[in-house]
């Protein structure tokens, strides 16, 4: 376990994880960013949406933002990070997940947290678009499950050259458990009610414009009433529509707990313990991490929380350490290099 030093320092009048969690959802205003929407095609002919920000051009530096469960590339950590890495000099893409960016997708299939192979295909397209682009990757909970997976599947065959996981849920059957339990019910209740939406405004989609085949897919899943865990909604939904036997195959090939071990890319971890969708067990430790890897490792912060300052005036931990981390990693100077290496 190590440390940045410039360390977090959780503000006083959000004592524990809930109140750091859910700060920024419920109060924070929304930043306001002009951006540019493009689509992109996947192999298996669906398509997913980006939305991109910030200073342009071939050998600019670039992160991949990825969100996580319910959210999109409006969630507020999403903008504040681009906002945060434009005036740094970085450009950003904002992944939507399918089905996330407003519009349902076209499969009967979705996004979930074990869907790398979404992330290599964009990534694929990215670097053969952007040869000379540095690309970097920033992955929140459920984005952040899909990044380490995908790191440690491609090892040192991966366009990233740094990466950032915040607040991953590492052990996926673990945070099914824990997400069940206490005041932690009350953020279940929400998820579930968001992902019920999710497959119910695709039905309709799938009926309005005679995407027989996909809509037969979803209407033969179990009922989607009485659903009352994340055990219910993945074994009868993601299991079934991902190629997964049931919700613990799921859980057991999709954690990414699994594949951290294999990371070979430089790549920082930001967790807390008092975050109140994950065991503090369940975070790898210091011993099964590859020396590529960074955890800093805080006592509170909530989950994709990490806020300091005054109530009146609120300072987003993550929105200032992780463009410096990924500075550090991608620096200027080894730019310039590159740059004048191509030209010759």
């Given at each position: ?209 005679g995407r027989a085949d996909e809509l037969a ?37 999709s954690s990414s707990a699994f594949f951290v ?47 300091e300052g005054a109530p009146w005036r609120p ?30």
């Amino acid at each position: 376990m190590r440390f940045s030093d410039v360390p977090f320092r959780p503000t006083r009048w959000l004592p524990g994880g809930h109140l750091q969690t859910l700060f920024s959802p419920l109060f924070r205003a929304k930043p306001s960013l002009e951006r540019q929407r493009e689509r992109l095609t996947l192999d298996d002919g669906d398509f997913i949406d980006v939305d991109w920000y910030g200073p342009k051009g071939d050998t600019t530096r670039c992160a991949v933002l990825l969100h996580g469960l319910t959210g999109s590339s409006n969630s507020l950590y999403i903008l504040g990070q681009q906002r945060a890495l434009a005036a740094q000099g970085w450009q950003s893409v904002a992944v939507n997940w399918r089905g996330c960016s407003g519009e349902p997708n076209h499969r009967a299939r979705g996004y979930h947290s074990g869907a790398s192979e979404d992330l290599a295909d964009i990534l694929k397209q990215l670097a053969s678009r952007y040869p000379h682009k540095p690309l970097v990757a920033v992955g929140y909970s459920l984005g952040g499950n899909v990044l380490m997976k995908y790191l440690g599947e491609t090892g040192q065959h991966s366009p990233l050259q740094a990466a950032v996981a915040v607040s991953v849920p590492f052990r996926l059957d673990h945070c099914a458990d824990r997400i069940s339990q206490g005041f932690s019910r009350v953020y279940q209740a929400r998820f579930l009610r968001d992902l019920r939406h999710y497959v119910e405004s695709k039905q309709r989609a799938f009926q309005a414009h005679g995407r027989a085949d996909e809509l037969a897919r979803l209407t033969s899943l179990e009922t989607l009433d009485g659903m009352k865990s994340f055990w219910d909604f993945d074994g009868r939904v993601t299991a079934p529509l991902h190629g997964f036997a049931n919700a613990d195959e799921y859980y057991q090939r999709s954690s990414s707990a699994f594949f951290v071990p294999a990371i070979q890319v430089p790549t920082l971890i930001v967790h807390a313990k008092d975050d109140p969708f994950i065991y503090p067990h369940s975070v790898p430790t210091a011993d099964a991490l590859p020396d590529c890897v960074t955890l800093e490792l805080w006592e509170s912060g909530g989950h994709v929380g990490f806020i300091e300052g005054a109530p009146w005036r609120p300072r987003y931990y993550l929105e200032y350490r992780l463009p410096a981390w990924l500075g550090e990693q991608v620096t200027p100077t080894a730019l310039a290099h590159s740059a004048q290496a191509i030209a010759s």
